[in-house]
């Protein structure tokens, strides 16, 4: 597996997309070549994967692996232990409306993720039975390109800020045809919010609140791989109390 750094952290630009749930947004967070030893490294492990249960039902059809034991000290998975810690201090992420929110640690080892055609994730929340506490983020990165499908839906977003309900996707700039790719075009309220695979592109989500209750606006669903195969990395944080 490579061991060439390829991010230089003052570069990184951090975007809010979505103030509830609050999903902050990273452009080319990883390069090809991690993406591609991420799956490598994660390739020979994956199995069915379980909800957080811990149980495999039909409203969850990828196959996913923990990268635990000797995968954790990969210079891949160091790099990527280390920009997600880089990202956790931007002032994008700790800032929320006249305050801050509290700052996030690590809760659970990485696990990678791969949805084939067909697969998908049914709407959920990524709490352990509603333990708001153990996740109270997710920190999510795509390591592919899908050919058609496989977008996160949050259907009770509010939508990516700046964006008017006519808009459906289409503006006369460059800058806001980009921004029409996150959105779900249609006019009711909340307007939901789609983020589309993209090879290197990072999110960062909370599921839990300012109070320590759960976001109900969190739900959110894998869509189905209509052609392609969509691989992602998760990491959940929990926040210091």
Known sequence: ??????????????????????????????????????????????????????????????????????????PVVLRVEEKIAQCLKKSEVLRFKSGHRKPLVKSEALQVV????????????????????????????????????????????????????????????????FKGKFWNGSHRSPPGLRIYPKQGRAVLFWSRLVTGNEDMASIHAAEAVVEGEKWIMTRWMREIE
């Open 1 to 74: 597996l490579s061991c060439k750094p390829d991010w230089p952290a003052p570069k990184l630009s951090a975007e809010l997309i979505s103030e509830e749930p609050r999903i902050v947004l990273f452009e080319d967070f990883l390069s090809k070549a991690d993406c591609e030893d991420l799956m490598r490294l994660a390739m020979p492990d994956l199995q069915r994967s379980r909800v957080a249960t811990g149980t495999e039902t039909p409203s969850r059809t990828s196959h996913g692996t923990f990268l635990t034991g000797r995968k954790e000290s990969e």
């Open 114 to 177: 791969r949805y084939q055609k067909g697969e998908f994730y049914n709407e959920h929340y990524d709490n352990k039975a509603g333990n708001a506490s153990h996740r109270a983020a997710t920190f999510m990165i795509y390591l592919s390109d899908v050919e058609q499908g496989g977008a996160t839906y949050f259907p009770r977003s509010s939508g990516r800020p700046g964006m008017s309900d006519d808009c459906n996707g289409m503006a006369s700039s460059s800058h806001d045809v």
